[in-house]
């Protein structure tokens, strides 16, 4: 069985931790993003990863030519020269996802999280005999999404309505899609919207499927997201498998710490903060809803909540960083600052404190 993987572009919701990688490649909870995704298809019996991309493939392969030998999936690119929405790549990756078997195979949006239910999307697709299935989820607010109309026993769906006024549903597409290789003939190579141009018509065929997901859902594409993603990762993994969240006197809620971070008496971390490998957490220090990268020092009694915190930063003495701060990577903030909001591009020193949110070059 074969998955393709949207990579798609630049990041920019994301900057400045993507000046410094691909957008797949920023880890959440101590993991490349797109590996969670990877490993997910793995699981389920994907032999074959197919990436979508038009930004830095090279980098990309690089980095995950070791996870192909680690996990025994095999990983190729397939690189656009100009950008071509989210259906356009389906059709220039044609090759690579036909084969002889006529199996389905996978279509995922690189910034979504989930519990990634595929072995029951496989079953809700075989069960239904149409031409697509595609994962919905419930939101709060469906006037900010385009809301997916269907028929609440089958799933079979009715129409798509953009941004609704009026309340006409819940469920949005939560991008993620199993898809029969007849459907690669309803897309042309250029550019093109899956969500807007292919599934409506698939729908008014009466040959589209939604499928409630259960559990968590979010796009993490950008910060604040990322941060509410995070929350409800831990949360999930609270209920999966809490032996891998950190324990301790001085652990207050869902906290997951690499084995090789290093952390000082008398601190307090927690709730929903995710520490990565190498770092250094001085004695002291409170971190709350909040994300550490890899090679970051805090050092004592520094404050950081609801903040990114990019790869071999440190943040000083009595610091006081907070309300989505964002720190690219090697940025160093003395002590005693203050930063409300900042978001810093990488290799920069913050002498004087970020009263209010603003971008610092």
Not at 251 to 269: P, R, S
Request: glycine share 8%.
């Amino acid at each position: 069985m074969k998955a393709l993987i949207l990579v798609g572009g630049f990041g920019t919701r994301l900057r400045p931790l993507t000046l410094s990688v691909p957008k797949p490649l920023v880890e959440f909870a101590n993991k490349p993003m797109i590996l969670h995704q990877i490993e997910a298809l793995k699981e389920i019996g994907v032999t074959e990863v197919v990436l979508a991309i038009n930004y830095q493939p090279e980098v990309m392969l690089n980095f995950l030519k070791e996870f192909e030998a680690k996990l025994g999936i095999k990983i190729t690119c397939s690189q656009e020269t100009e950008p071509l929405g989210t259906a356009g790549p389906l059709a220039l990756a044609r090759d690579k996802l036909i084969d002889d078997s006529g199996e389905p195979f996978f279509v995922l949006n690189s910034d979504v999280i989930s519990e990634y239910p595929l072995k029951e999307m496989i079953e809700f697709h075989k069960a239904h005999g149409g031409e697509a299935s595609i994962m919905v989820t419930k939101v709060d607010e469906p006037s900010k999404y385009g809301v997916v109309v269907m028929e609440e026993s089958t799933g079979k769906v009715e129409r798509f309505v953009e941004k609704p006024k009026i309340f006409v549903g819940n469920k949005i597409n939560a991008g993620i899609y199993l898809l029969n290789p007849s459907v690669l003939n309803r897309i042309e190579l250029r550019p093109t919207s899956i969500e807007k141009e292919v599934f409506p018509k698939i729908a008014a065929d009466k040959q589209l499927y939604g499928m409630v997901l259960p559990g968590f859902w979010m796009d993490i594409g950008q910060p604040r997201d990322y941060i509410t993603g995070l929350r409800l990762y831990l949360d999930s993994l609270r209920k999966k498998s809490s032996s891998r969240l950190a324990t301790g006197p001085h652990v207050v809620g869902n906290v997951l710490v690499d084995e090789t971070a290093k952390i000082g008496d008398g601190c307090l971390i927690g709730p929903d903060v995710a520490i990565g490998p190498g770092c250094v957490v001085e004695s002291g220090v409170r971190l709350s809803r909040c994300t550490v990268m890899r090679g970051v020092r805090i050092k004592k009694h520094a404050c950081i909540s609801s903040s990114i915190i990019g790869w071999h930063s440190t943040v000083g003495q009595w610091a006081r960083v907070e309300n989505m701060t964002i720190l690219g990577e090697d940025v160093h903030v003395c002590d005693e600052i203050y930063s409300n909001g900042g978001v810093v591009l990488p290799h920069k020193e913050i002498k004087s404190s970020i009263l209010k949110p603003e971008i610092v070059m």
